[in-house]
């Protein structure tokens, strides 16, 4: 059986982070397949909880066919070796309903076409979560003591990805950009 390629790019990205690469890349790769890689995003984030500072990797790469996510977190018991979590996932494009990619700028006055915005993040359902807000709903009427229920939104949220200049660099951001707006397109 001959190992699957992943395009150098993406090599390059996930070995740049320097987080267990080689298990990062042997489960993408399987996910993957023999399809063609269309696009994908890396993004590397600290993660933290009361006794420690973490890290995690996500990897989202779009096929003709599919969105895959890798999710790679590392973790250790007390008394135990370290050791690393992948999570893959892969989700036919027929079943991506919403990509919405929000940008931040800054100084929206001076900003110009190709400039970088200061943050970005990018949101994808596709139906595995939902999310529900509820309020009292009212009437306007000021007097008013009736009890009118309750209104609500139900939102799909099954990925939340948020890059700033600040925190990732401005070619970081572009490229969530990038891989955003190829999503919207391809999941159309």
Known sequence: MSKPVLPAQLREEIVECGYFPEFVMASIARAIGGEEVVGHLVHHEATFNHEAVGRHLSVMVLTPTRLILTHT?????????????????????????????SELAS???????GDVPAEA???????????????????????????????????????????????DGAEKVAQLIEFGTQLQVAAR
């Open 73 to 101: 977190d590392e973790g250790a018991l007390p008394g135990e070796a370290p050791h690393a979590i992948t999570t893959v996932e892969s989700v036919a494009l027929r079943q991506v309903c919403a990509v919405a990619v």
């Open 107 to 113: 100084d929206p006055e001076e900003y110009t076409l």
């Open 121 to 167: 993040w990018m949101s994808i359902g596709w139906g595995t979560m939902r999310r529900i807000e509820l309020e009292p709903a009212g009437c306007g009427d000021p007097e008013c003591e009736a009890d009118h229920g309750y209104s609500g939104a139900l939102a799909t949220d099954d990925l939340l990805v948020r890059m700033s200049v600040a925190a």
